[in-house]
Nanobody, 118 residues
């Protein structure tokens, strides 16, 4: 089965930056559009950003201009550079296939916690 391993989370002050990584294994990574999702306590998981196999990107309005998604197909890894972080960005962040392009992979990874707080 697919393995997705997110890393790079932590505690950061408002206005700070973090870079998340997600290593995927047991899939033909380069064939899939990938996305970063997040889930805050009491809320549904939502798509934050996505990147196609050719590198075209899409961002949710609430992260546009602050987050950048990228991928390295040679490393089967997708990244999320997060700048100008806000307290409302606090959530567990996950990577997976872009659900708009097809069924997400199961199981989901464990995610990585981002806490934005002073």
């Amino acid at each position: 089965q697919v393995q997705l391993e997110e890393s790079g989370g932590g505690l950061v002050q408002p206005g700070g930056s973090l870079r998340l990584s997600c290593a995927a294994s047991r899939i033909s990574f380069s064939m899939y559009s990938m996305g970063w999702y997040r889930q805050a306590p009491g809320k549904q998981r939502e798509l934050v950003a996505s990147i196609t196999t050719y590198g075209s990107t899409h961002y949710a309005d609430f992260v546009k201009g602050r987050f950048t998604i990228s991928r390295d197909n040679t490393k089967n890894t997708v990244y999320l550079q997060m700048n100008s972080l806000k307290p409302e960005d606090t959530a567990v962040y996950y990577c997976n296939r872009d659900h708009r392009a097809g069924a997400v992979f199961t199981p989901w990874g464990q995610g990585t916690q981002i806490t934005v707080s002073s």
